[in-house]
């Protein structure tokens, strides 16, 4: 029954970027095929990073504790999206990046659009690896948790990968179409999506082991 949180965590995390898809369909921003694998890339390296430095930590400690401990990194890590869907559009998390790169990926986390540095409508490789960037800050965590669950790395880290390519490409589909008929209200309505799938995972592994 692995696949099980398998399944539920890649989905989970792929669902950001469902919601990006969504919101550059709205906006008539294209991502290309060379874009979309790049993201994918992205978000799956940095699952596979996450894991294994997972695996390291969960070797030092008892295995009860580690599913539990894994567990409730998913609870706080859905806990901490559901927040972040439903704050103010307003605020901000107030932090002053010195690398450049880190306070792009930052930005483009907070504010998504932004990606399209160079308003072409278009997300170029360059742009996708920074958007990707932004998508891996959850996606490292849910590494993190999911290796200390015993989850399988390379089925987890493929899973993601093509997760994230699936629910990109269908994303910018939906947005198209929701942009088309004024139906913006369904991304909204969908936003809560993430944070419980996430919390689900983590409450099935802290229940059942």
């Known amino acids: 029954m692995i696949w099980i949180p398998v399944i539920l965590l890649a989905v989970a ?24 694998v790049v993201l994918s890339i992205v978000s799956g390296s940095s699952v596979l990073i996450s894991m294994v430095l997972g695996w390291i930590f969960e070797q030092r400690i008892s295995s009860g504790l580690a599913t539990v401990l894994g567990g409730l990194i998913f ?5 901490y999206q559901l927040w972040r869907s439903y704050r103010p559009s307003g605020s901000r998390i107030l932090v002053n990046w010195r690398i450049p790169v880190l306070g792009l990926i930052i930005e483009v986390w907070q504010e998504p659009l932004r990606a399209d540095s160079d308003q072409s409508q278009t997300i170029s490789g ?3 690896f920074i958007l990707g960037g932004a998508l891996a800050l959850d996606a490292a965590a849910a590494g993190f948790g999911a290796a200390m669950l015993g989850l399988p790395i390379w089925s987890t880290t493929i899973a993601v990968m093509i997760g994230s390519y699936f629910f990109i490409a269908l994303g910018l589909k939906a947005g198209v179409v929701l942009a088309l008929t004024s139906l913006p209200r369904f991304k909204r309505d969908l936003r809560w999506l993430p944070g419980a799938l996430v919390i689900a995972v983590g409450l099935l592994k802290i229940i059942f082991g």
């Open 13 to 36: 995390v792929s669902l950001d970027s469902l919601t990006i898809g969504v919101t550059y369909g709205m906006n008539f921003i294209a991502i290309p095929l060379v874009s979309k």
């Open 75 to 79: 609870v706080l890590l859905g806990l």
């Open 126 to 128: 360059e742009e996708a």
